[in-house]
Every structure is written in C-alpha cells, then in structure tokens.
C-alpha cells in the first residue's frame, strides 16, 4: 500500500506523570518515507474516524 517506511520515535513525557508518554512518530523531512506517512494519514482521514484500540484502554491506579 505505502511501501516500506523508515520512521523514528518522539516521546515526549510530562514531569509531574512520568508514567504516561505520547510517542509519535517522525520522519526526516521530504523523504519517500514522510510522503508515504502523508498518503496514509489522508486516506485514514478519508476513511473517517479511525479508533486505536490501546488509545481507549483505561487503567486504575490504586
């Protein structure tokens, strides 16, 4: 569909709750692999709401 991708990682990390972390992913600039990330992003959006099943997950802290 895309092709391979070569992406790196983001995290970032909030002070007060390092427990947590938003990681993203990153590609260099202009390359095959952003142009391939882009392509996939538009037609997810195209597609409509895409859920992530580890996004909805919830834990209780005691």
Known sequence: MSGRLDLG???????????????????????????????????AQDLGAVRCPIAHRTRRRD
């Open 9 to 43: 990682c983001e995290t970032l990390r909030l002070p007060d709750d390092p427990d947590q972390a938003l990681i993203m992913p990153t590609t260099e600039a202009d390359s095959p692999s952003a142009t391939a990330l882009a392509l996939l992003a538009n037609w």
